[in-house]
């Protein structure tokens, strides 16, 4: 089983950038498919990005196609978003999940999540 703890969230002004990380422990993270999710209050959960566990299989949720950018790093086990051109929008709770199964954009197919990392998009 895998732990999964998020970071690099904070506040940012509108057209700033953010990078996350996502931290894996317990398996190696090249085990897992990975997906970036995220949740603004009163809304459902959203799809960000994801991976396949090679990385040659990449998705990017409609909303946030072009400003984002998803990568892994096996060798250290970490995934990472990079958040650029960020809007108000944005604002929400940031979260990775992995799955061993197989890649997918839905978070039903995710069997592990981080605790979450706030983004807030404000001046």
């Known amino acids: 089983q895998v732990q999964l703890v998020e970071s690099g969230g904070g506040l940012v002004q509108p057209g700033g950038s953010l990078r996350l990380s996502c931290a894996a422990s317990?398996?190696?993270?090249?085990?897992?498919?990975m997906g970036w999710f995220r949740q603004a209050p009163g809304k459902e959960r959203e799809f960000v990005a994801a991976?396949?566990?090679?990385?040659?299989?990449?998705g990017y949720g409609d909303s946030t196609k072009g400003r984002l950018t998803i990568s892994r790093d096996n060798t250290k086990n970490t995934l990472y978003l990079q958040m650029n051109s960020l809007k108000p929008e944005d604002t929400a709770v940031y979260y990775c999940a992995a799955t061993p199964r197989y890649y997918s954009t839905y978070p039903g197919q995710y069997d592990y999540w981080g605790q979450g990392t706030q983004v807030t998009v404000s001046s």
């Open positions: 991976v396949s566990k090679s990385g040659t299989r990449i």
């Open positions: 317990g398996r190696t993270l090249s085990t897992y498919h």
